[in-house]
């Protein structure tokens, strides 16, 4: 590699009582060959090289207050200016590592007190940096391969619930009577995954006898993502686990695995990868601190997720629906590898958002699933089942929610229990 090295392109919205090009600037050096003080080893040639470069700013509106602390005290009249910021990077800085490469894009700058508000935004990789990782192994073609769903419908999904608390026996009944309905998918929570009293070989063992026998039986095999979060060791075993029962998916907690440990069990190749999100608000729910989704996506897409989570229309969280829709669309987009993920659309939903995530959207693409609004159906869960079935069904044939309500009787029940 060469001073003409490819580039990575970071862009940020930023807050700053400073000079805007004076504070783009501490970040490019300090994410580079810089730091607080000029060193006698940063040489011109060398700066020419490995120094950051900060390729725009387009001013935006100011604020007469800091959107976070700065750790210095606010002076008076001060004005707090946000610009959109891009940066770039020679990938000679980093090489192939990805860990690295999210220290310089993600590192020390959310801590520099230059920034009142710092959140990045989206990246643009270089064909060169992405061309060295495989990315999604199964992607939206292989999981519906996997479970033989057809083009033009989602894949039904839903989460065991009560997260935790119920025994391997239990479980696999419970799995017994949603597989019996048709459904196309199960997890486990994120809060299930190998505790004493669901020791995760016997649950694996209780559930792929009930999903092996109903595969045999009827040529249909439901996906289920058994939760391998765990250390290294652990997660390898629980991988295994799953590959010598016949499964087809394995779940990861992937804010609390990493990147590295996540990205080597997607790297095992033999099951399609769940990527749940939980501690995404942690990363993204203030406006002027964190990561956006377009930027999230991809490091994970990289590391070789499947199926990445993008909460859902009307959800039980904090999330709008513009921020779930850019997030599905995210998901879908080709870049970077042209390997889209399969949406995991899951917080909340019991059916009744189909009409409104299918207008807003206009895809099928998508993981749908209901936990409470499958397992609280009240004529149960097996009713849950088909009740998601039919609202996208409704929905995909173009009726608003109304609609969807005058024409199939069989949804109303759903409507009674989850509507708001
Ligand atoms: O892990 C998940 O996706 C959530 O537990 C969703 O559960 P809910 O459908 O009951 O909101
Ligand atoms: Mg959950």
């Known amino acids: 590699m060469s001073s003409s090295s490819p580039r990575l392109t970071a862009r ?8 805007l090009a004076k504070a783009a600037a501490t970040l490019a050096g300090e994410q580079s060959s810089g730091t607080f003080v000029e060193v006698p080893g940063e040489t011109a040639e060398l700066k020419q090289r490995f120094a950051a470069r900060v390729e725009s700013i387009k001013p935006l509106d100011t604020s007469p207050t800091p959107a976070i602390p700065t750790g210095r005290p606010t002076p008076p009249n001060a004005v707090y200016r946000r610009a959109e910021v891009a940066v770039s990077w020679s990938l000679e800085n980093f090489g192939h590592n990805l860990p690295t490469l999210v220290s310089t894009v993600q590192g020390n700058l959310y801590e520099l007190a230059q920034f009142s508000g710092l959140k990045l935004i989206d990246l643009d990789f270089p064909a060169e940096f992405s061309a060295r990782f495989r990315g999604p192994q199964f992607g939206i073609p292989g ?20 997260s935790i608390g119920m025994s391997p026996d239990t479980t696999a009944e419970l799995v017994r009577t949603l597989v019996e309905a048709g459904i196309d998918f199960i997890k486990d929570d994120e809060l299930m995954a190998n505790p004493p009293h669901s020791p995760f070989d016997a649950r694996v063992d209780a559930i792929m006898r009930v999903i092996n026998a109903h595969a045999d039986r009827t040529g249909k095999k439901v996906m289920y993502a058994f939760n391998v979060s765990d250390e290294i060791d652990a997660m390898q075993r629980h991988y295994e686990k799953i590959v010598r029962s016949g499964g087809t998916c394995a779940m990861i907690s992937l804010n609390s695995v990493g990147l590295s440990a996540s990205k080597k069990i997607c790297d095992l190749g033999q099951l399609a990868i769940h990527g749940h999100r ?43 629906d513009d ?96 509507a708001k």
């Open 12 to 19: 940020y919205f930023i807050e700053t009582p400073n000079d």
């Open 143 to 162: 999981c519906r391969r996997l479970t033989n769903v057809p083009a033009g419908r989602p894949l039904i999904g839903t989460i065991i619930k009560p």
């Open 278 to 320: 939980n501690g995404w608000g942690m990363l993204n729910r203030h406006p002027l601190l964190g990561i956006e989704y377009p930027a999230y996506q991809k490091l994970w897409r990289l590391a070789g997720v499947d199926q990445l989570h993008v909460n859902g229309i009307a959800n039980k969280f904090w999330e709008s």
């Open 323 to 418: 921020s779930v829709v850019r997030s599905i669309q995210s998901c879908l987009a080709a870049e970077p590898l042209n390997k889209p993920l399969l949406p995991v659309v899951s917080s909340g939903q019991w059916g009744g958002q189909a009409p409104e995530t299918w207008r807003r959207t206009q895809t099928t693409d998508l993981l749908y699933m209901a936990g409470g609004g499958i397992m609280a159906h009240p004529n149960g869960p097996a009713a849950g089942v088909h009740a998601l079935r039919e609202w996208w069904e409704a929905a995909v044939s173009g009726l608003t929610y109304d609609q969807c309500l005058a024409q199939r009787p069989n949804l109303a029940l759903s409507a009674q229990k989850f």
